[in-house]
């Protein structure tokens, strides 16, 4: 479910659970497991990347709605897609996202949690439509997605759930370039490179110091899983999220 290609020193990630990379826990600890795997290897820097037009579709709705009842396993298939989010915000090296496509909800939580973001320019959208299935984004992805478009453009952007297009998601720093659809994965190795070239250690600790809000977000606190959980039960939420299945199979 995740392609590992080694380009020297930077390990490139890619998400292959056809046809949207729809996370679920399948993918989820494959993700993490290829983390560390790269990490182990060696690895310098991180290229995660997804499939062609569509990065991520997010968390895999029809697999979490056949879970009915069962609270427990539904809290596990949560618990592993935070748990690949929360290992790529700790990873001890670089991370870009290249998304060469869409990146909705849990797509755009992966990509918040890089270091840098290239997206593929034309019409495709990114952003956190949690509020537009009946979610609340928890207060640590909140806050991933205040540290890049600030304050108040985060408010705007979470209460609507409003998913926007890469010209605009530039201007309003989600993503830090744009390049044609094929370049995405080159540019994000590229740029990666060039902060490889810097001297280590010094690049390395400072990272780590820079980072530390994201870290401090993702920790259980922030996510309040269980409350999450229970929201998920709620019957407005569930018509939500029916409604939406029922549009994806349309």
Known sequence: MVESRRHGDIVELQLARAPVNALNPA?????????AAAVASQARGIVLSGGPKVFSA??????????????????A???????????????PVPVVAAIA??????????????????????????GLNETRVGLVAPEGIQRLMRRVVGP??????????????????????????????????QRARSWLEQLLALPTEA??????IARADM??????????????????YDAGTQRALNALVASLRK
């Open 215 to 232: 870290v401090a977000a993702m920790q259980p606190e922030l996510i309040q899983l269980d409350r999450f959980i229970d929201a998920w």
């Open 101 to 126: 496509g869409h990146a909705p909800a849990g797509g755009c939580v992966l990509a918040l949690c890089c270091d840098y973001r290239v997206m593929a320019s034309g019409p495709y959208r990114i």
């Open 203 to 208: 690049m390395l600790q400072t990272r780590v």
């Open 77 to 91: 298939a949560w618990e592993a897609f935070f748990g690949a989010a929360r290992a790529l915000v700790e990873c």
């Open 58 to 75: 997010g968390l895999d709705v029809p697999h979490l709605l056949s879970l009915g009842e069962d609270k427990a396993a539904l809290k």
């Open 152 to 185: 108040y453009r985060a408010e705007r952007l979470l209460v609507a759930g409003e998913m926007i297009e890469s010209e605009q998601a530039l201007a309003f720093g989600l993503v830090d370039e744009l390049v044609g659809i094929d370049e995405v994965a």
């Open 27 to 35: 993918l989820c600890g494959a993700l993490h497991g290829a983390i």
